[in-house]
T-cell receptor, first 112, second 115 residues
Framework: GIQVEQSPPDLILQEGANSTLRCNFS?????LQWFHQNPWGQLINLFY???GTKQNGRLSATTVATERYSLLYISSSQTTDSGVYFC??????????????FGTGTQLKVEL | DAGVTQSPTHLIKTRGQQVTLRCSPK?????VSWYQQALGQGPQFIFQ???????QRGNFPDRFSGHQFPNYSSELNVNALLLGDSALYLC??????????????FGPGTRLTVL
C-alpha cells in the first residue's frame, strides 16, 4: 500500500516562530489533506490540497504532486497551534470510495 | 450546520465483550468511513459505507463489522473485544460527488478502553 512519511516527528517552537512540516508519499494520489489533532482527539481540517498552494491566515500549504510531497507552513506560531499535525493521502478505489492513509504525524509544542 | 457527531464519547469494556459505536454524518454527506487510532499513531482505515453497504475495507478482522442506515448514519460493532482494541475510534463523512473535493470530515471520536 501507499506509504506516508512525515517529518520532523517532534518540534518545539517559541511563540512567534515559523515552521515547515513535510509529508512524503510513495505513489500518485488524488486526495491530500492536512489535519490538526487537538488534545481532545478532534481532527480539524486544515487543507484539502492534492496539488498547488493554498493559504488560510497564518497557515499555508503546498503540494508538488509530481514529486510526491507536501509542505505545511505555520507562521507566527501561537500556543494554540500545539498538537499533532497529520498528513493524509487518498485515491479513488476500485469499486468507488476514497480511503485516507495517514502519516505518523508531527507533534508540535509551542512555548511562551 | 451540524458536523459529524459520534456517541458515546467514552466507553469502558472488558475483554470478550461486544461494543457498538454510533456516527451521524455531516449534513449533505452520504458516505461514512471508520478509522481506529491507537495511542501515538495515525488513524487506520477500518471500512467505508455507502448506500447501506460496505464499499471498502481495511486490514481489520471480521470481529469489526458495521452498518449504515437509510438516513446515512452508521454503527461500528466490535465483537470479542481484545486489549489491543483500546483506541480512539473516528468516524468521517464525505459526499459522493467526486466532482467535488471529496474532503473527509471527522467526528470527535469515541475513546474505547478494554480492560
Amino acid at each position: 500500500g501507499i506509504q506516508v512519511e512525515q517529518s520532523p516527528p517532534d518540534l518545539i517552537l517559541q511563540e512567534g516562530a515559523n515552521s515547515t512540516l513535510r509529508c512524503n508519499f510513495s505513489d500518485s494520489v488524488n486526495n491530500l489533506q492536512w489535519f490538526h489533532q487537538n488534545p481532545w482527539g478532534q481532527l480539524i481540517n486544515l487543507f484539502y490540497i492534492p496539488s498547488g498552494t493554498k493559504q488560510n491566515g497564518r497557515l499555508s500549504a503546498t503540494t508538488v504532486a509530481t514529486e510526491r510531497y507536501s509542505l505545511l507552513y505555520i507562521s507566527s506560531s501561537q500556543t494554540t497551534d500545539s498538537g499533532v499535525y497529520f498528513c493524509a493521502v487518498g485515491y479513488i478505489l476500485t469499486g468507488g470510495g476514497n480511503k485516507l492513509t495517514f502519516g505518523t504525524g508531527t507533534q508540535l509544542k509551542v512555548e511562551l | 450546520d451540524a458536523g459529524v457527531t459520534q456517541s458515546p464519547t467514552h466507553l469502558i469494556k472488558t475483554r470478550g465483550q461486544q461494543v457498538t459505536l454510533r456516527c451521524s454524518p455531516k449534513s449533505g454527506h452520504d458516505t461514512v468511513s471508520w478509522y481506529q487510532q491507537a495511542l501515538g499513531q495515525g488513524p487506520q482505515f477500518i471500512f467505508q459505507y455507502y448506500e447501506e453497504e460496505e464499499r471498502q475495507r481495511g486490514n481489520f478482522p471480521d470481529r469489526f463489522s458495521g452498518h449504515q442506515f437509510p438516513n446515512y448514519s452508521s454503527e461500528l460493532n466490535v465483537n470479542a473485544l481484545l486489549l489491543g482494541d483500546s483506541a480512539l475510534y473516528l468516524c468521517a463523512s464525505s459526499p459522493t460527488d467526486l466532482a467535488s473535493t471529496d474532503t473527509q470530515y471527522f467526528g470527535p471520536g469515541t475513546r474505547l478502553t478494554v480492560l
